[in-house]
């Protein structure tokens, strides 16, 4: 039986965490972004399980399409700029560039909260959905 998206966005958000908090053995200069990778990976996964209505369907949409059409078929202002702001934010985290620093601990804990806040608003529209 396959997982659903939500049981591993949760996931991947809990190993996103493990990884930052040094619970999974990462070397230290690569902790943070293999943390943001993690992360960005868990809020992909939350997007794709958010209602949009019964009409629209995502499937093969970039995620910057996909941000777009939450902001503006979301009823949740709050969750759609905390994915937005996560989404940009660990993209950015993830790409090693020579000329920038490696994003910090505490910048990434930030990103991930806001995942948090999606994930969070992804299992009550979940549970809603179960209930409707």
Known sequence: MSESP???????????WATLDRD???VDRRR???AALLGRR??????AVI???DDVDLGSANMRSKLICL???STEPAVTAAATVAWA??????HHHAY?????????????DEVSTVEKHAQRAAVFNVVR
């Open 6 to 16: 939500l049981a591993r966005a949760r996931e991947l958000l809990a190993l996103a």
């Open 24 to 26: 999974i053995y990462v």
């Open 32 to 34: 943070s972004r293999a």
């Open 42 to 47: 868990a809020l992909e996964e939350l997007i």
């Open 51 to 53: 209602p949009l209505g």
């Open 71 to 73: 902001r503006e078929l």
């Open 89 to 94: 934010g660990l993209s950015n985290a993830c």
């Open 100 to 112: 920038e620093l490696t994003p910090t601990v505490a910048e990434v804990r930030r990103l991930l």
